[in-house]
């Protein structure tokens, strides 16, 4: 099966670092399809040169996220929701391409700041409906994971915050079959979700709890960590661009 790594992404100094820590572990995995979804109203040179750089099938696509629903400069992030429309896109741009049957292959939403280990991949590759896997550092907790009875079904959710949300995971803690998301075309994320629960909204449109396939050795490894980038120190560099001689000028950061 192929996997489809939708990944939304944002213009600020460190994204081709953060691009790049993705790509470095992507080369590693066989069959995989990078769909990356540019937060902008055109497509980006950095972004651009970026993936012809190579090594890597991908499909570049772009939608801007409407002003009224952008984060200021100062807004904590947990007043709007991220990467919405961006997932959205990389869902319509599979559902009018994929070639079938959409059973061989496996959807993914992989944000652009996360660490992902190798072995992530090899785990979701084989989803039948939804696979589901702990997540690290997320949710004011260092693991938040499904709860897996002895039989291995998943009945819940060990999480810090609201587990008894539908289904308490974070985006990055599922992969679903791609047949699943064709066969219900009405499944998107929504702006309109209440905070914390975009996920949780979104899997209940297309799976059952006791229907989801628990991987990573019955949910007891992590091989995904929900991290965050520090922003970078900028201080000089706008003084220097203020007066006309930015250190990037001729030269792609
Ligand atoms: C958490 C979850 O891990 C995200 O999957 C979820 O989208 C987010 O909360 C949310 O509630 O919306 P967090 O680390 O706080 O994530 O979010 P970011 O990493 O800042 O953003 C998620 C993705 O959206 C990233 O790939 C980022 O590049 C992208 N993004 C962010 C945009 O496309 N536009 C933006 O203006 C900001
Ligand atoms: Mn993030």
Redesign the pocket.
Known sequence: PVIYVI????A?PQ?KA?LTRLKNVFLHVPALHWIL???SEQKTGLVKHFLESGGISFTHLNVP?PKDW??GENQP??Q????????NAGLDWLRSNFEPPASRAVVY??????TYSTELFQEMRWTKKVSVWP?AL?GGVMVERPKVTLSGKVNGWLTGWKPDRAFAT???GFGINLDLLVNNPEAE?SLDSQ??F??SDFLEKIVKLHELEPKADMCTKVYIW???TEKPNMKDEEKLRKEGRPTNRNIEV
């Open positions: 990944t939304p992404t944002h600020r994204q953060e979804v540019e937060d996220t952008k984060l992030v947990w709007k929701p991220r990467g919405v429309l961006q997932r939403f992989a944000d652009d700041d996360n997540v997320v974070d985006m990055a994320f905070k914390g975009m996920e929900h991290t965050r």
